[in-house]
């Protein structure tokens, strides 16, 4: 679906690919202030959703988005070299993430809270995780 064409415009193209199907339940969207996000008229408009600017170095303005940095961190440390990580490894860690249950939704799961499903989870028979 992608090409090597400009950053923005593809920066443009995924999520509004990504989110269209699911465009009534994103509201807001928040982006550093580099040029890949030029097209953000264009995102704001194809998703009806209300875009705004971090300001430099206010990390804290977009605090899910550090939130979730710091959680693929687990799986994927910054010393680590990103060109070596497969899809499998990304697809992984992001099925991982999504299942894992987040004080801040009442301790259910990103998975139940998007798509209003409840997921039941037993313990491992040995005792740990596999």
Request: overall charge positive; aromatic content about 12%; proline content about 7%.
């Amino acid at each position: 679906m992608f090409t090597n064409a400009p950053v923005a415009p593809r920066l443009r193209e995924a999520p509004t690919w990504l989110l269209r199907p699911h465009k009534d339940k994103c509201y807001t969207m928040t982006f550093d202030n580099g040029k890949e996000f030029a097209e953000h008229e264009t995102i704001s408009a194809e998703l009806d959703v209300d875009v705004y600017f971090a300001h430099p170095y206010h990390s804290w303005e977009r605090g899910l988005n550090e939130n979730s940095n710091g959680l693929l961190r687990q799986y994927f440390p910054k010393e680590m070299e990103l060109t070596e990580v497969t899809q499998e490894q990304v697809r992984r860690a992001v099925d991982r993430l999504n299942h894992r249950p987040r004080k801040v939704l009442g301790f259910r799961t990103p998975f139940e809270v998007f798509f209003g499903k409840t997921v039941r989870y037993t313990r491992s028979p040995l005792g740990v995780a596999l």
